[in-house]
């Protein structure tokens, strides 16, 4: 399913002259390396960063330092301002970011299967997507990275819809 999503995603990016790139903490690279299987992929992905350590979500991905001392690494807005700077720093129309709890313990007096995930798009538009995942922790983590290449490939087909009507 995963493979099938990232051939659409692809598809829609190339169709519309984009490109994007992703962001990730949990996931730990599973969302770049989706969107990196199809042949072609290079047509409109970028990149990515695997930012795990919340010092390097400040130093590569330029969340604000406050905002992660005042609600920690798991977040709504920690996952939008990933996602801007992932967008920001590869010069791409649309970032991807996911930022959770996979387990097995608590983080940030958050739940494990708390995720929050988020696309960056053109002039800063944010869409997000808050999910509560249960199973072990590759489930979460895989559904994670199902859950967010979803979001992305709404965005897109949404956008594809603006643009054409």
Known sequence: MRGFAAG???SLL???G?????AESLTGGLIGAALTDPMGASAAFRGGVIAYATELKIKLLG???DLLEREGAVHPDVAAAMAKGVRDLTESDYGLAVTGVAGPDMQDGKAVG?????VCGPEGRVWHRNMMLNGSRE???EATAQEALELLRGVLEANLGEQSG
């Open 139 to 141: 489930r979460i983590r």
């Open 18 to 22: 984009a490109t994007a790139a992703v």
């Open 8 to 10: 659409q995603i692809l």
């Open 63 to 65: 969340v604000p330092a």
């Open 14 to 16: 190339v169709r519309q």
């Open 114 to 118: 708390t995720v929050y995930a988020a």
